[in-house]
């Protein structure tokens, strides 16, 4: 019974040294709330030559194991909700989203550079997105404290044509 109780405590004791570095940066970067007060994320589309813009309200939360837990709903569709964790490395925040809906079965990717987060209400990247049909589709993306409006939405989407028969998606500049 003691040498049960003596290996309980040492695999307990292992764990809680394991996780002494997360609990380090999570409560470091307690106050720093700059990416969980993002709520918008709108990517641009290309369907038959025409680029339209998807609209996507997120919650960010902190999380312990992770940096932080999302949650990303369609604002066009409300069902189709994603799941996902975010990491921050240096420059950039990552989010691994799922599809938690049963009609559509997708994962997706986004990328955005935070390197000005602090004094911008914005900040740019791109997703990464396939499904089970083996379809991959990408394109830029806007991660932002505020809704944005069409007039300005639009603006950003004409940085994306090359030209009018033919939208492109690359990396603003």
Known sequence: MELLL???LGSLFTVFIQNIPKAYRYF????????CEMKYSYIWIAKNKTIYIQK????IKKAFIS??????????DPKRVYTGKGTKKQLYISFNFKSESLEVEDCSYHKYNISKIEYEKMCFGFWL????TDKVSC?????SK???DDSKLAEYTNRYKKDK????????T
């Not at 940096?67 to 709903?73: G, P, Q």
């Open 56 to 59: 996507y309200n997120f919650i």
């Open 165 to 172: 028969d033919s939208p492109v998606m690359y990396i603003m």
């Open 28 to 35: 470091k970067d307690f106050n720093k709330k700059a990416i």
């Open 146 to 148: 505020e809704e944005l």
């Open 67 to 76: 940096d932080y837990k999302v949650l990303a709903i369609n604002s066009d």
């Open 129 to 132: 997105s396939t499904d089970l």
């Open 6 to 8: 003596h290996a309980l």
């Open 139 to 143: 394109g830029g993306a806007i991660l």
